[in-house]
């Protein structure tokens, strides 16, 4: 039997609502903020809602046409990201997202699928990009989305797509060092906080490359380091200070971002959350995210006892 026209809009509805964990993925890979992704989401949807009923039924694959909005709509933010950053106090971050999120339904991190291309590593790389490099990269080589239709989204030749997606992944490889074995990152992880706690100077030597970084992000809402933090000397001692100032604190293993990494809770809410880069072993960079605004996820789950 035939569908009836009320079937058949129904079933395009339901499709189109289908897009939103995917529309969400993209904008967060691209902007590396569940905020400002969940605006775009909300952006992309009001437009397609917005034309005309016809109009709506002329477009063969609405996901693509959500798509291609959406991925206009990040690269715009993106071009204007730099004079937004110039106004932020401090290192601007990436938005943590939890292994498991117990906040509100519809949270957009319940969206957000953990893997290599959401890692805080990863996204910092993303960071270094220009706009139109980071959209055709993400697109392409994330999303498997064609070079043609990449083009409809950046405004370019698919052949100048496919040169910037050539020139990411050329950024991709020359800024990420081998992670090694999950296992073994967080085994590294996991005696980094031992020796944290314990203020273990010798530890947390060995435990650092003598190069690390760390990279905290407060938005000038809570206190932080306004300058990144170079050297493991540095490092240690301003850390073993750290823990001496606050002894209520304590940290716990969670997955952050798809890796391993800890959290740091004082009078049981979490006030940082850490993501780490290793490398042989040893810990390259540390970031830590204190900005209160962009730990809503995480704060949610502090009442289930994360």
Not at 52 to 70: C, F, K, M, N
Not at 129 to 136: F, K, N, S, W
Not at 157 to 178: E, F, G, K, V
Request: with cysteine.
């Amino acid at each position: 039997m035939e569908d009836t026209v009320d079937e058949r809009r129904a079933g395009a509805l339901r499709a189109v609502a289908d897009e939103r964990r995917q529309l969400t993925n993209l904008a967060y890979r691209l902007l590396g903020s569940l905020a400002d992704a969940e605006d775009v989401v909300q952006e992309a949807y009001a437009r397609w809602y917005a034309m005309p009923p016809e109009q709506r039924a002329a477009v063969d694959s609405p996901g693509g046409w959500l798509t291609t909005v959406a991925g206009r709509i990040c690269l715009d933010l993106l071009g204007s990201a730099r004079v937004r950053r110039e106004r932020y106090v401090g290192a601007w971050l990436p938005e943590p997202v939890p292994e498991q999120h117990g906040g509100a339904a519809g949270d957009p991190a319940d969206r957000i699928t953990l893997d290599e291309s959401v890692s805080m590593a990863f996204l910092m790389v993303l960071e270094s990009m220009t706009p139109a490099e980071r959209v055709a990269f993400v697109l392409h080589d994330v999303f498997q989305y064609p070079f043609a239709e990449v083009a409809e989204v950046v405004g370019r030749s698919a052949a100048a797509c496919r040169q910037l997606a050539t020139s990411a992944r050329r950024r991709i490889r020359d800024a990420r060092p081998p992670d090694g074995p999950v296992g073994a990152q967080a085994g590294v992880v996991r005696e980094f906080a031992r020796a944290w706690a314990a203020k273990d100077v010798r530890s947390l030597m060995a435990l650092l490359d003598p190069d690390a970084v760390v990279v905290a992000d407060g938005g000038g809402l809570v206190g932080a380091l306004l300058e990144p933090l170079s050297g493991s000397e540095r490092i240690v001692r301003t850390w073993v200070e750290l823990a001496a100032a606050a002894p209520a604190m304590t940290f716990l293993e969670r997955t952050v971002n798809g890796r391993p990494g800890l959290i740091a809770r004082h009078d049981g809410t979490t006030v940082t959350v850490y993501s780490f880069r290793i490398a042989d072993g040893r810990i390259t960079h540390i970031w830590g995210v204190r900005n209160p605004e962009k730990l809503r996820p995480w704060t949610a789950l502090d009442g289930d006892g994360v």
